[in-house]
C-alpha cells in the first residue's frame, strides 16, 4: 500500500511538471505563520517555509505549551514539538492552493512514573521523554494582497521511541489555522 502511494505520488509529479517556469528572482520565498488561536491557549505554534520553487517547499513548524507541568499532576503533557516538513503544492500560482507535505514531528514530553521497588518503596515522579516519528499531511494556502497568507492544514504521524507505552500515545499530529507573511 505504501510502495503503491509513493508510485502514485511520483507519478503525480512527473505528470505535473511544466514545460515554462516561473522566474523565482520575482517572487518572495520566505514565509512565517501564526496560529492566532494559540494566545488564547497557554500554548505557541509557529512555523517558517522556504519557497524552492512554485510547486516545492521546506519548512519548520514549532508548537509549544506553556502550561503549568506540576508533578503532583497525573496527565501527560506535551511541552514541545518541532516538525521539519516538505511541501508539494498543487494549485495554480507560485507555491499556493491545495498541498501534501511529508514531516519528521520531534517530540519532547514530561510523562508521569509511579513503581515499586524491589525494598518495598513507591516511587513516582515526571520523566523526560523524546520521540522521532513520521507523518503525512494536507492543506490549502491562500495568498492574497500584499502577501497575506492564510492557511488550514493538518497530519498525522507515528512516533517511534517510546520506553513506557502506557501513558504515551503512539500518534502524534500538526495543525495550522493561521495567518502569516510572505517576504
Do not use: C
Not at 505549551?65 to 516538513?85: A, G, L
Not at 514531528?105 to 514530561?110: A, D, L, M, V, W
Not at 524491589?118 to 521523554?129: A, F, L, P, Q, V
Amino acid at each position: 500500500m505504501k510502495k503503491t502511494f509513493f508510485a502514485l505520488l511520483l507519478l503525480s509529479n512527473i505528470f505535473l511538471l511544466k514545460a515554462q517556469s516561473v522566474s523565482t528572482e520575482t517572487e518572495r520565498l520566505n514565509e512565517v505563520m501564526i496560529t492566532p488561536f494559540a494566545f488564547f491557549a497557554p500554548a505557541l505554534d509557529v512555523s517558517y517555509e522556504r519557497l524552492l520553487n512554485e510547486d516545492w517547499g521546506i519548512g519548520i513548524n514549532v508548537m509549544a505549551d506553556f502550561s503549568s507541568n506540576d508533578d503532583s499532576d497525573e496527565s501527560n503533557v506535551m511541552t514541545s514539538q518541532f516538525s521539519p516538513y516538505a511541501r508539494m503544492y498543487f494549485g495554480n500560482g507560485f507555491a499556493k492552493g491545495f498541498f501534501v507535505e511529508a514531516f519528521v514531528p520531534i517530540t519532547s514530553s514530561k510523562d508521569w512514573y509511579s513503581y515499586n521497588d524491589s525494598d518495598g518503596y513507591y516511587h513516582s515522579g515526571r520523566k523526560n521523554n523524546t520521540t522521532v516519528g513520521l507523518g503525512i499531511g494536507l492543506g490549502g494556502k491562500w495568498v492574497v494582497k500584499r502577501n497575506l497568507i492564510f492557511e488550514i492544514s493538518g497530519g498525522v504521524a507515528r512516533r517511534f521511541g517510546m520506553d513506557d507505552k502506557k501513558y504515551d500515545s503512539t500518534f502524534t499530529g500538526i495543525g495550522m489555522l493561521g495567518i502569516g507573511y510572505r517576504f
